[in-house]
């Protein structure tokens, strides 16, 4: 059984920051693509960031120079290393994991809470 499962969101000030993690079991992480996703209220879900298993990274520009991907093979484990936080990063980010055409699995996510 896959299960993805995301830690480290919570409620923080603007120009703060935050590290997701999101701990993988029931795959081979090392070949799978691993990312993160986010979904805003009203909003459809968007890319935040993703990294191959070769570790190429693709982020969003709004993002890029604040948020940070990265992974260990070791623990199966995904991070999001987020700063300077801004209030419309405020949403609920999931972990995402993919290989091939039809393997995708996603997390239940958790909610990041950017306000003053």
């Not at 070949?31 to 693709?58: F, H």
């Not at 948020?67 to 260990?72: G, K, L, Q, V, Y």
């Not at 936080?85 to 993919?98: E, R």
Request: hydrophobic share 30%; net charge positive; charged share 15%.
């Amino acid at each position: 059984q896959v299960q993805l499962v995301e830690s480290g969101g919570g409620l923080v000030q603007p120009g703060g920051s935050l590290r997701l993690s999101c701990v993988a079991s029931g795959i081979l992480f090392r070949i799978y693509t691993m990312g993160w996703y986010r979904q805003a209220p009203g909003k459809q879900r968007e890319l935040v960031t993703t990294i191959t298993s070769g570790g190429d990274t693709n982020t969003a520009d709004s993002v890029k120079g604040r948020f940070t991907i990265s992974r260990d093979s070791a623990k199966n484990t995904v991070y999001l290393q987020m700063n300077s936080l801004k209030p419309d990063d405020t949403a609920v980010y999931f972990c995402y994991a993919s290989v091939g055409a039809t393997r995708t699995y996603w997390g239940q996510g958790t909610q990041v809470t950017v306000s003053s």
